[in-house]
């Protein structure tokens, strides 16, 4: 659709990586793109830092082994998750002092929760928590724990997984996070699988709570690549947050929904 009625003239060329690209992302205000390409090594699964002013590589940051898979900066701007093949995921913050960024908080295979590939991540509007997202049909939410939890890993930075986790009928290949609570003051959470199926959860003080699945004549017919929320909001007459989410899938389309809670 984009290259049927619109124009995208190239304006830069980055070069850096080893290999083709996978992942990109951006901050909320645009000024930094993150950027990942496919790697079968540590040495190639680099996250790399663009200033879009200049469009000069600032920053590689190091945590994987394998493919990111995704990266999201989350809503306040200082931090920057990233998950991979290797199935963990790196938490990279911004240090104020000197505005350099490092790695706060990551998971490995004795803590991580998840066991196969990690396909995609989110954060909740406040930045509270994040979501992920893997072939192990699991949705982990992770919350930052205010005060130091006894035996709880070094490497998770005081970060823990909320449990109960959910388990879903296939892969997990796509999570968002509406960006605001709904109307009864849920977090609400878009769930795509490999099989095209689109749920809907809310989340609240440790309890899930599945609230709608797409009709078949509305779900993908296969893999959901991508799912995400558009930040605008409108209510109902019943004064329900009204909610638009766009879906991309393998099976070439992508879909727009509007969804009410």
């Known amino acids: 659709m984009l290259l049927q009625n619109t124009l995208w003239p190239e304006v830069h060329k980055l070069y850096g990586h080893g290999y083709e690209v996978f992942c990109v992302a951006s901050n909320k205000d645009g000024t930094i793109l993150a950027s990942a390409c496919k790697a079968s090594k540590q040495e190639h699964a680099s996250v790399f830092l663009w200033d879009t002013s200049t469009w000069k590589n600032t920053t590689q940051l190091n945590g994987h082994s394998l493919t990111v898979t995704q990266m999201t900066f989350s809503p306040c701007g200082k931090h920057l998750l990233s998950v991979s093949r290797d199935r963990t995921w790196s938490l990279f913050s911004l240090r104020e002092t000197d505005q350099s960024w490092y790695r706060e908080a990551y998971s490995d295979k004795t803590n991580g929760i998840h066991s196969r590939i990690i396909w995609t991540c989110a954060w909740t509007h406040d930045s509270k928590y994040f979501a992920t997202g893997s072939r192990d049909k699991k949705v982990v939410m992770w919350e930052k724990q205010n005060s130091f939890v006894e035996d709880k890993p070094l490497s998770l930075g005081g970060w823990t997984a909320v449990t109960p986790t959910v388990n879903l009928e296939d892969s997990v290949t796509a999570v968002d996070v509406a960006p605001t609570l709904t109307s009864d003051q849920f977090y609400l959470l878009a769930v795509g699988l490999e099989n095209g199926t689109i749920h809907f959860y809310k989340f609240r003080d440790c309890v899930w709570t599945l609230t709608n699945t797409l009709d078949n004549v509305y ?9 995400r929320f558009n930040s605008k909001l409108k209510t109902d007459v019943s004064d329900n947050c009204c909610f ?3 879906s991309c899938s393998a099976d070439n389309t992508v879909r727009i929904y509007n969804i009410s809670f």
């Open 244 to 246: 638009r989410l766009a």
């Open 219 to 227: 779900n993908h017919h296969l893999t959901v690549s991508r799912l």
